[in-house]
């Protein structure tokens, strides 16, 4: 698997799935999430719905994921997934790190080859950067996948550095 890294906006990459940092609810949010849905148009959001009225009533758990069509968007999936909320005095990396082995295991189930991601929890959930950087990067080598093409999309240059630094500590 190559890991390529992408400084930018994650709603116009193009590739067979881009994952959504989602909340619990499916119903939209703000950052990556309202990207998503803005660009991909309202099919996304009727898809989530489809999704609370079945399998996720109570919505979809931290750390777990689901796909949906992808609408407008330049992919034919999106795969959504909900990261934990920081916390400073628990440790919920194991959290974290479930995001992208589950996304991944979608991916493998669709036959996404290709996909793209976000700095899970590193915006309204507030995981530091550098900790989320080397949870996603130590976690997706580590996964079983059948992904080729993965990308890590951050959304600024101070995010793109800190994710640079730790492909490159971590060897790759
Ligand atoms: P979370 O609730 O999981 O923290 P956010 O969407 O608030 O999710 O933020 C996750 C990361 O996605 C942040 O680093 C934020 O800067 C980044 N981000 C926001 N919009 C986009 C976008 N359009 N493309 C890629 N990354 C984005």
């Not at 709603?11 to 949010?29: E, F, I, K, P």
């Not at 990067?137 to 990308?151: H, S």
Request: aromatic share 6%; proline share 4%.
């Amino acid at each position: 698997m190559r890991i390529t890294l992408v400084q930018g906006d994650i709603t116009v990459q193009h590739v067979d799935a881009v994952v959504n940092a989602a909340n619990s609810s499916l119903l939209g949010g703000g950052g990556v999430d309202g990207a998503i849905h803005r660009r991909g148009g309202p099919v996304i959001l009727a898809a989530c719905r489809e999704l609370r009225a079945s399998h996720y009533g109570e919505g979809l758990p931290t750390g777990q994921a689901v796909a949906t069509v992808a609408g407008e968007l330049p992919a034919r999936w999106v795969i959504h997934t909900v990261g934990p909320v920081f916390s400073a005095t628990e440790n919920r990396s194991h959290l974290l790190a479930s995001c992208y082995r589950e996304s991944l295991r979608v991916a493998d189930e669709l036959g996404a080859t290709s996909v793209a991601f976000p700095a899970i929890s590193t915006g309204v959930y507030r995981w530091p950067v550098d900790d989320a950087a080397r949870i996603a990067i130590g976690t997706v080598r580590a996964a079983p996948t059948r992904v080729t093409d993965l990308r890590l999309v951050l959304f600024t240059a101070d995010a793109y550095d800190v994710f640079e630094r730790t492909l490159e500590t971590e060897g790759a």
